[in-house]
């Protein structure tokens, strides 16, 4: 046996037969305790507060306030860190964000409760009854006077979880990485505020949040490929949405003037740090505006997020400073791939050498129409390059089948997308309400999917006919929950900020 033996390993990277051996002794100690009558399975624990709580609560407070407020506590935690001294022993207890230090004496809490101690191991969930006081290095501390046993952890807990080569491991196994560094819990922590602001503002503005539908009978709502599924008592091909787009705008048909949905949206296209097939998004629409409207709104609330949630507009991603100050800049979809792609207004009416240029640089080797190829030039040569909040307007009506024409130029559409960082953070039009326009424009997906795009937009007669009931003029818009979730957390990978990504399986 080597000396590693009784050394903390990191249990997914280093020597497999120390990791047996540890668990084989984590095992005993666990065995142990049940012969000493220990429960192994408590129902419940009795708790005044959490660890986080203990800091946000106490940390304040010097050690005179400490001793003169003679303050218990009963908390619960996981155990991080251990220190044995003898008759003395110190350990950190852990939540997801915070971690508070344990202080366990021999002749405070018996020979007998302090020998069982030992049998506890880094990783144990464990409660501390105790007072609170101050090491002599000012550290915040319960002197433990009772301890209650409440999970076994059988496996040794990841040493250097950050030094770990392969970073997949953190979102294979997202409970260790949010056990070990509190950084991960904290970007959870922030996405949770976020959502509950962003239902906060909408709320206070009159909207209602609604539910709809997540398997389709016909994908639509974007330009994009669905999963698809089957339902057997129906005997019928359903597809995960893509969108809950026209079920929201169906409802603005029906009197609800604004409307929000927080939902999942599943696409079946490739896995990037900007990507992953399930994805969260927010969508609202509101009757009687159109997208300037839109722009305005969402001035409004990611400077309320940023404020409410950062306390600041000055944000920091990667090497990169954003500042959220209004007013936001507003460029032409054209201008844009002027300035960025290194083309002249020339050649970029020059159908056969966009076409060619675009087929050169997608992703997927499909066939592409004019409009299609100025927006792949757009995603490759001009999106990377506007970093500051970006409201890129008025791109070909040909990929906006669902936004109205523009008034001065029929062959663009009024739909904005907000671009920060490079990346595609909202889509938003005047929506579409005429329903003889909105059929004519399926059919001309319809033959673009005939050629080969598999992205382009079925035609949905049930939509078109709520449209002929009438929808009033409507902005409508659509915010990744993920993306903005990245920029507020100043994270580079989409990975970072979803729970449990979507990954290759391995073996």
Known sequence: MTKKKNKEQDGLDGDLSITIDQEKVRYQ??????????????????ITHTVSQVKQQYESLKEEELEK????????????TIRRMGRATFFH??????????????????QEAYRRFSLLDIGDIISIQGRLFRTRTG?????????????KCFHP???????????????????????????????????SALIAEIRRFFDERGYIEVETPMMHPIPGGALARPFETFHNALGIELYLRIAPELYLKRLVVGGFDKVYEINRNFRNE???????????????????????????????????????????????????????????????????LAEFS?????????????????????????????????????????????????????????????????????NEAERFELIMAGMEIANAFSELTDPLEQKRRFEQQLEERKKGDEESHAIDLDYVQALEYGLPPTGGEGIGIDRLTMIFANKQSIREVILFPLLRPKG
């Open 157 to 191: 807990l990841p040493e250097k979880w950050h030094g770990l080569q392969d970073v997949e491991l953190r979102y294979r196994k997202r409970y260790l990485d949010l056990m070990i560094n509190p950084e991960a819990a904290r970007v959870f922590w922030l996405r």
């Open 139 to 151: 550290e915040l501390t319960v002197l433990v006077e009772e301890y209650t046993f409440l999970a």
């Open 270 to 336: 490739g896995i990037s740090s900007q990507h992953n097939p399930e994805f969260t998004m927010l969508e609202f629409y509101e009757a009687y505006k159109d997208y300037h409207d839109m722009m305005e709104m969402t001035e409004e609330l990611l400077v309320y997020l940023s404020q409410k949630i950062l306390g600041t507009l000055e944000l920091t991603f990667g090497e990169y400073s954003l500042s959220l100050k209004r007013p936001w800049r507003k460029v032409r979809f054209y201008e844009a």
């Open 93 to 110: 207890l852990g939540d997801a964000l915070n971690r508070l230090q344990g202080y366990l004496r021999q002749d405070q809490i018996g």
């Open 342 to 410: 290194g083309l002249s207004p020339a050649k970029l009416k020059n159908e056969r050498e966009v076409i060619e240029l675009a087929s050169q640089l997608a992703s997927e080797k499909t066939p592409l129409s004019y409009g299609k190829a100025l927006d792949v030039l757009f995603d490759k040569q001009v999106k990377p390059k506007l970093i500051q909040p970006t409201f890129v307007i008025n791109p070909p009506k040909e990929i906006s089948p669902l936004a109205k024409a523009s008034p001065e130029n029929p």
């Open 29 to 46: 100690k666990w065995t142990k305790l049940a012969e000493e009558g220990v429960d192994l399975f408590p129902h419940r624990a009795a």
């Open 69 to 80: 407020k003679e303050i218990k506590v009963s908390v619960p935690g996981r155990i991080l």
